[in-house]
T-cell receptor
Framework: ETGVTQSPTHLIKTRGQQVTLRCSSQ?????VSWYQQALGQGPQFIFQ???????GRGNFPPRFSGLQFPNYSSELNVNALELDDSALYLC???????????FGPGTRLTVT | GDSVTQMEGPVTLSEEAFLTINCTYT??????LFWYVQYPGEGLQLLLK?????DKGSNKGFEATYRKETTSFHLEKGSVQVSDSAVYFC??????????????FGGGTRLMVKP
């Protein structure tokens, strides 16, 4: 059984650009959540997808958007990047919406 | 809204010392409470959890008791090891929101254990 994987591991973007981050859920998990972790802070909830539908959203602007695919893998898209978007982006999957979440290692995004 | 406050670090201890990391919370409903650990270069791992008042979560020698009267969930370990050096996050999941098991995290506490 493979764990949660994320790609890429690191990337550097310029302010104003767009970025797509990817997450492969643990086998059999139909729920995925995305979190943003700024340096030295705790993760903040961005949104959650359950069976390809958005199931809740945190306090993030619409330029943060997501997708969940039929195989339950997921993407996080961020448009019009700002310097403050520099952070570690974590993906977590779970068997159902109320179950234990398993976190991936994260993608480190740097916006210059 | 929901929030979690935990003691700031770093906490530096000698091996075999007693550990306490304080955590308090604010929630509108009846949350479940968690401690997560983040080792260098690794993803967050669930350390322990408690789902209702007076429950005690425990794992790998760590313990935390859900205290509703003081809205607290302090993490303790009787004898820390160098391998416990990591960042610890207190978190809650409040079913009264409409985001499944959305987690609200505290700011994290870095623990450094010296031999």
């Amino acid at each position: 059984e493979t764990g949660v994987t994320q790609s890429p591991t690191h990337l550097i973007k310029t302010r104003g650009q767009q970025v797509t981050l990817r997450c492969s859920s643990q086998s059999g998990h139909n729920t995925v959540s995305w979190y943003q972790q700024a340096l030295g802070q705790g993760p903040q909830f961005i949104f959650q997808y359950y069976r390809e539908e958005e199931n809740g959203r945190g306090n993030f602007p619409p330029r943060f958007s997501g997708l969940q695919f039929p195989n339950y893998s997921s993407e996080l898209n961020v448009n019009a990047l700002e310097l403050d978007d520099s952070a570690l982006y974590l993906c977590a999957s779970s068997l159902q919406t109320g179950n234990k979440q398993y976190f991936g290692p994260g993608t480190r995004l740097t916006v210059t | 809204g929901d929030s979690v406050t935990q003691m700031e670090g770093p906490v530096t201890l000698s091996e075999e010392a007693f550990l306490t990391i304080n955590c308090t919370y604010t929630a509108t409903g009846y949350p479940s409470l968690f401690w997560y650990v983040q080792y260098p270069g690794e993803g967050l791992q669930l350390l322990l959890k408690a789902t209702k008042a007076d429950d005690k979560g425990s794992n790998k020698g760590f313990e935390a008791t859900y205290r509703k009267e003081t809205t607290s969930f302090h993490l303790e370990k009787g004898s820390v090891q160098v391998s416990d050096s990591a960042v610890y996050f207190c978190a809650l999941s409040d079913d009264s929101n409409n985001a499944g098991n959305m987690l609200t995290f505290g700011g994290g506490t870095r623990l450094m254990v010296k031999p």
